[in-house]
Each structure stands twice: as structure tokens, then as C-alpha cells.
């Protein structure tokens, strides 16, 4: 036995529940028991030992080195940190994540999205419970605005590739919005952007002033006119625009898509419900930054 002190033996009556009990650890449950013993069911028999040492690195019966994070330990991080997530993106027009303690693309999105608010390094990757951004992360209360050029604009929009994220703002006084997006795909890249007005084109009168995709909502973008729903531009055809699929990575032809919802909450914010081409009345500016990088 390589750390008795980390070995339970089981005795009659125990459940891998009645023996987490005994430890004042949170990290310890039946669950992580269960994982760090690779015990396909919760079963367990009396005379049997257990490592109750989880996460560790080592099975403390035998001393063999464990590469991988306990499953359930892992799971439990992850959790806190989806919970706290949405308490700071709460009221900022973004849907609440699943709390299921599964760091997949669209809690890593968020987890870049608070970085980036936060200022901290901006990337997708998982948030390795406590390290120093962690740390940060929770004791944020609620989320500041980005500190970049955009918010020497009184209305603003700053969309990061790095995310696949949009900040709406005033100034440096307040956040409005978050919003997923997905910006232009390799060939087709949404260009660096600071402070850049945006204007609506001609108004198309027989459609409330908007330039929709003849067909909208139609499959897939394309080069000239794809699945774009009220479109705002800031940079020739390029521009902020609803559509019907905003995945968490570059898809678009160049344009940043919003959903169809989160699209006309900013124009709602705007105020944009007459047509109007000038850029002094709309009074909106847009950053882009930031580089995607493909996991």
C-alpha cells in the first residue's frame, strides 16, 4: 500500500457517499471516489480498499502515477466557474450557459469574453482552477467594460475574434450588451476596425428601410448577399447582422452575425426604427480585433 493514510478500507453498511461524508474536503464526494478508483458503478463491498485521495496524481494503493484530472473533481470546477459566469453576464442580453460542468466551446467563450473584460491574457482555453485568473475571475462582482479605444465613443460595439464575442457599450460608463458572434472565416477575415462609424446604406423602402438577403433566412452566407437580416455596416460590405446560425468559431463571409433576436435588441437600443443612411444619426462606432485561434 503506497499512503495508508489516503486508503479506506470499506465496511459493511458504507456507500461511496457515507465514506466522502467523513472528509471535510469538498473535492472528495462518491463521485470523485468512484473516478479515482476507475470504478465503472457507484458498487462497493465490504473488506474492499479505496484511494480517497482524489486528484492527487497517484493511485495511493499501488503508487502508479495518474496522468489525467479526476473527472469529477474537474466537473465540480468547471460548475463553479459556469455558475459564477452567469451571475456576471446576467442582465447583458446573452443566454445563461448550461450549468453541466462540461468546458466545452460555448463556456470557453465565455470564459475569453470575461478575460477580456477583466483584462486578463484573451484566449479560449480552459480556466485551470485556482490559478491566478481564477482568482480574478471570481472576485469580480460584476463585469467592467473593456478597456480598449472603443470606449472613447459614446455608443460602441468591440468584436473580438479571439472570442467570437461582441461588446456593446456607452463610453466607459456602461456595459449594455454581450453578445455571441461569428466573424469572417480564413479567406474571407473581419478587418481590424477602431472607432469606425457605422452607416446603413441606401434604405430599401419596401422593407422598413432594411437591405435583407433577398431569400433570408437562407441556408449559408455568400460572398455578395448571404443570410443577413437588417445589416449595419462598417467597412464596405461588411457589416453587424442578424442571421440564423452564429456558431462559437469564424463562419461568416466577413460580416459579424448576431442571432435574429440579439440583432434587433441592438437596434432597439439604437433606435433605429425609421430609415436613415447617416452615420451621425445611427451614432454607433466599431472596433475589431483580436485573432482566432482554431482548437
Given at each position: 500500500m503506497y499512503d495508508p493514510t489516503c486508503v479506506v478500507r470499506v465496511a459493511e453498511g458504507d456507500s461511496l457517499d457515507l465514506i466522502a461524508n467523513r472528509f471535510d474536503d469538498e473535492t472528495v464526494s462518491g463521485a470523485s471516489i468512484q473516478v479515482e478508483n476507475a470504478l465503472p458503478e457507484p458498487i462497493i463491498t465490504p473488506g474492499q480498499v479505496l484511494d480517497v485521495c482524489v486528484d492527487n496524481g497517484v493511485n495511493d494503493l499501488t503508487g502508479a502515477p495518474i496522468l489525467e484530472r479526476n473527472a469529477a473533481v474537474r466537473s465540480m470546477?468547471?460548475?463553479?466557474?459556469?455558475?459564477?459566469?452567469?451571475?456576471?453576464?446576467?442582465?447583458?442580453?446573452?443566454?445563461?450557459?448550461?450549468?453541466?460542468?462540461?468546458?466545452?466551446?460555448?463556456?470557453?467563450?465565455?470564459?475569453?469574453?470575461?478575460?477580456?473584460?477583466?483584462?486578463?491574457?484573451?484566449?479560449?482555453?480552459?480556466?485551470?482552477?485556482?490559478?491566478?485568473?481564477?482568482?480574478?475571475?471570481?472576485?469580480?462582482?460584476?463585469?467592467?467594460?473593456?478597456?480598449?479605444?472603443?470606449?472613447l465613443s459614446p455608443r460602441w460595439v468591440l468584436i473580438d475574434r479571439t472570442c467570437q464575442i461582441m461588446f456593446v457599450g456607452e463610453g466607459a460608463e456602461r456595459l449594455v450588451f454581450v453578445f455571441p458572434t461569428s466573424t469572417g472565416e480564413a479567406g474571407y477575415e473581419t478587418r481590424d476596425q477602431d472607432l469606425k462609424p457605422v452607416v446603413r446604406f441606401n434604405p430599401a423602402l419596401d422593407n422598413g428601410g432594411w437591405h435583407n438577403s433577398t431569400t433570408f433566412p437562407v441556408a449559408e452566407d455568400?460572398?455578395?448577399?448571404?443570410?443577413?437580416?437588417?445589416?449595419?455596416?462598417?467597412?464596405?460590405?461588411?457589416?453587424?447582422?442578424?442571421?440564423?446560425?452564429?456558431?462559437?468559431?469564424?463562419?461568416?463571409?466577413?460580416?459579424?452575425?448576431?442571432?435574429?433576436?440579439?440583432?434587433?435588441?441592438?437596434?432597439?437600443w439604437l433606435g433605429l426604427g425609421e430609415p436613415t443612411?447617416?452615420?451621425?444619426?445611427?451614432?454607433?462606432?466599431?472596433?475589431?480585433?483580436?485573432?482566432?485561434?482554431?482548437?
Open positions: 470546477e468547471v460548475v463553479r466557474q459556469q455558475e459564477h459566469l452567469n451571475t456576471l453576464f446576467a442582465g447583458l442580453g446573452i443566454r445563461e450557459l448550461l450549468v453541466d460542468g462540461i468546458s466545452g466551446p460555448v463556456t470557453r467563450q465565455r470564459l475569453c469574453a470575461a478575460r477580456l473584460a477583466l483584462g486578463l491574457p484573451v484566449s479560449t482555453e480552459d480556466m485551470e482552477a485556482g490559478s491566478p485568473e481564477e482568482q480574478a475571475l471570481f472576485a469580480a462582482t460584476t463585469l467592467p467594460v473593456p478597456f480598449t479605444s472603443a470606449i455568400n460572398p455578395l448577399n448571404g443570410n443577413m437580416y437588417k445589416p449595419l455596416y462598417f467597412d464596405g460590405g461588411q457589416a453587424i447582422h442578424g442571421a440564423n446560425n452564429v456558431p462559437t468559431s469564424p463562419q461568416s463571409k466577413g460580416c459579424a452575425r448576431l442571432r435574429v433576436e440579439h440583432q434587433d435588441a441592438l437596434l432597439f443612411t447617416s452615420a451621425r444619426t445611427i451614432n454607433l462606432t466599431v472596433n475589431v480585433q483580436g485573432t482566432w485561434v482554431p482548437r
